[in-house]
């Protein structure tokens, strides 16, 4: 039975749900890039996103009930923490790079390169989505880690 959306609560594992969505939404943004910009940056920006939802996974799947596993799973969420954080810059690099020359950023069904205007509008909207989402996974790391500790307190 569904619950309605104003009665849920939040996820305890809603950090996994969103290191998820990023590393979706970075290979569909990638995937559209024009490879003169993708094949520089794309493994790289991918590593990270892969990065993101390893640590993520692994820190859900270890249960702090001692003293190691709660460290183990505290080294995960940090190393989560410094991925997304690097995706963030390497994403932040990526755009800067590709607004200098916008239209050469895109190309359509057809090869052909996408007009500044829907090129800029296009990358921002894809930048803001994806921005939103790894500030969001931080703060939901951190969330995390913090009621760790304060239960171990």
């Known amino acids: 039975m569904s619950v309605l959306k104003s009665k849920q609560n939040l996820s305890r594992a809603e950090f996994v749900n969103v290191a998820n969505e990023i590393f979706t939404e970075t290979y569909q943004f990638l995937s559209r890039v024009s490879a003169r910009y993708g094949r520089l940056l794309a493994p790289e920006i991918c590593a990270r996103a892969s990065d993101v939802i ?79 989402k790894i500030d969001r996974e931080m703060n939901l790391i951190k969330a995390v880690l913090d009621s760790d500790r304060s239960r171990r307190s």
């Not at 995960?76 to 239209?103: C, R, T």
């Open 54 to 132: 390893d640590h993520c996974e692994m820190a859900n799947k270890v249960l702090p009930t001692d003293k190691v596993k709660a460290e183990y799973r505290e080294r995960h969420l940090l190393e989560a923490l410094g991925a997304v954080s690097a995706l963030d810059v390497k994403m932040a690099h990526l755009y800067n790079i590709m607004m200098k020359n916008p239209q050469g950023c895109f190309t359509d069904t057809k090869g052909k390169t996408l007009e500044a205007s829907r090129a800029t509008k296009r990358l921002d909207s894809m930048a803001q989505s994806l921005g939103e």
